[in-house]
Structures are given as C-alpha cells and as structure tokens.
C-alpha cells in the first residue's frame, strides 16, 4: 500500500475516533437539566431524546468496532507468496543442478 493510502487511512481511522468521542458526549449529557424548565417537556420529545441516545450508543459501538477491525488490518504483515511454477519441489530442485 502507498505511503498516501496509508496516511489517508489513518486519517479516515483518527476521524472516525473522534466521532465516537462526540457520540460519547451525547450519550452523557442528560435529557432532562436541573435549571430547565422541563415541565414544557412533552413526552413524546423525551421520548424522541431517548431514541436519539440509543441510536448514539449503537453507532459508536458500531464505529468503535470498525475501527479495531480496520486497525487490525492496517497493522497485519503482508508475507509474500512463493510459488515453484508447475513443478514441484524436488522437480525444481532436480532440474536446477547441472
């Protein structure tokens, strides 16, 4: 892989960690403040506020999950393939001496 190709992907992998620091963020500001006046608080958008953090927890799993995956793929070592041709082994071995 290109020094480019690698470089872009770490940034994809630094952004994608960034965004589940923000979905963290959301997941741990509270629904309902203190100081507010929350009697004005429907249910229906307390409601809308609950699923808007459910669905923030599942995608940063979801990206944090990606991001070990993709992780993992990006520090793997490649080991190159040797192949003998069509012969085998000792074919090749056989052949080779003179």
Do not use: C, H, W
């Not at 993992?72 to 012969?87: C, D, H, Q, S």
């Amino acid at each position: 892989m290109s020094d480019d190709l690698r470089k872009q992907r770490e940034r994809i992998l630094t952004a994608g960690q960034k965004a589940v620091e923000e979905l963290i963020t959301v997941l741990s500001s509270k629904i309902l403040t203190a100081g507010g006046d929350d009697s004005d608080l429907s249910a229906d958008k307390m409601k809308n506020a609950a699923a808007a953090k459910r669905l923030a927890f599942e995608d940063a799993l979801s990206i944090n999950e990606q991001i070990e995956k993709e992780r993992a793929k990006f520090n793997e070592t490649l080991v190159p393939e040797i192949t003998m041709g069509n012969k085998g082994f000792a074919e090749g071995r056989a052949n080779g001496r003179k």
